[in-house]
Nanobody, 122 residues
Framework: QVQLVESGGGLVQPGGSLRLSCAAS????????MGWYRHPPGKERELVAT???????NYADSVKGRFTISRDNAKKAVYLQMNTLKPEDTAVYYC????????????????WGQGTQVTVSS
């Protein structure tokens, strides 16, 4: 059974920084894309950033220049460094990992973390 464990959320003042971590455990191999999504209060879940297994990154426009995604393949981990945080970054942040290929569903297997709360407030 695959499990994603997240850490690093919390309360921070505007302009501050946080670093989120997510580590995968269990029977998981051939990890492809790893990423972070967030669910702001009263809004739909949205993409924050993704990183492929050749380190190609993609960011939401709202976080470009402030957030940096990185990964450690040996540790099966993905990180999100968040700088210059704004109140609108307040959300539950979810780690997402895609691996292998599910031939029945015709897409990679997909796993989600339990979510970690990030609150940006003075």
């Amino acid at each position: 059974q695959v499990q994603l464990v997240e850490s690093g959320g919390g309360l921070v003042q505007p302009g501050g920084s946080l670093r989120l971590s997510c580590a995968a455990s269990g029977s998981i191999s051939s990890i492809n894309t790893m990423g972070w999504y967030r669910h702001p209060p009263g809004k739909e879940r949205e993409l924050v950033a993704t990183i492929t297994n050749d380190d190609s990154t993609n960011y939401a426009d709202s976080v470009k220049g402030r957030f940096t995604i990185s990964r450690d393949n040996a540790k099966k981990a993905v990180y999100l460094q968040m700088n210059t945080l704004k109140p609108e970054d307040t959300a539950v942040y979810y780690c997402n990992v895609r691996s292998g290929y599910n031939w029945y569903l015709k897409r990679p297997y997909e796993y989600w973390g339990q979510g970690t709360q990030v609150t940006v407030s003075s």
